[in-house]
């Protein structure tokens, strides 16, 4: 079962939690008049999703699906919502949409985005973040809700177990302990944490 936090104003957390493998699954739901869901979750936790998102909006009018990087826990379902939501998008980077989601995943043309790029949802707006690498793949890409001051993003702050949807602890102790096992460092890690640590 999915659970549903808001930790923003339109904007929600929609968290899994994998207990054989000790990991949350998370998804962020803005309600606006361009709905957006960003990460679609693996196939395997698609009915608890699509129950969630539609106990918050009319799933048929979701706008924009984005995701992270592609891999499956970020956008395997993409087809899945796209048959749900007629004139939903994909939205996710120039080199993503080159090389992976237009040829294997979307349904239709995707709205490939470059760094900076802003995206509009109606009341709420979201800066396109390039971020090769980080957490992993060169097509990696994050979203920052310049409205709402909100990045989402999942990998690069993965944290084991069961945790809470809003803190004021620090994290990156709990972070640290996870990312060694799957964060690459290369010649663009550091630049792009201190970038995302000035948001």
């Known amino acids: 079962m999915a659970k549903i936090t808001e930790i923003a104003p339109d904007l929600f957390r929609i968290t899994t939690f994998v207990e054989p493998y000790n990991i ?3 998804q962020f739901l803005v309600r606006d008049d361009q ?3 960003f990460h679609t979750g693996p196939r ?5 999703v699509k129950a969630a998102v539609a106990s918050l909006i009319d799933s048929q009018t979701l ?4 995701f992270s990087h592609f891999e499956s826990d970020e956008c395997t379902t993409v087809p899945e919502w796209q048959q749900l939501a007629p004139k939903s998008e994909v939205l996710c980077s120039v080199v993503g949409k080159m090389v992976s989601v237009d040829d ?4 239709r043309p995707t709205k490939g985005v470059v760094d900076g790029e802003v995206l509009e949802a109606g009341r709420y707006r979201f800066r396109f973040l390039a971020t090769p690498h980080v957490p992993h793949c060169w097509e990696a890409g994050l979203l920052f809700g310049e409205t709402q001051r909100a ?4 990998d690069p702050f993965h944290q ?4 809470e949807s809003l803190t004021e602890s620090d994290i990156l102790g ?3 302990k996870t990312l060694v096992i799957y964060l690459p460092y290369c010649s663009l890690t550091e630049s792009t944490l201190n970038r995302l640590a000035e948001l």
């Open 35 to 37: 709905p957006l869901l």
């Open 24 to 26: 949350q699954f998370s």
């Open 151 to 154: 990045l989402l993003c999942s």
């Open 104 to 107: 294997c995943l979307a349904l």
């Open 160 to 163: 084991e177990g069961d945790v």
């Open 44 to 48: 395997a936790l698609f009915a608890d």
């Open 174 to 176: 709990r972070c640290r």
């Open 63 to 66: 706008r924009w699906i984005g």
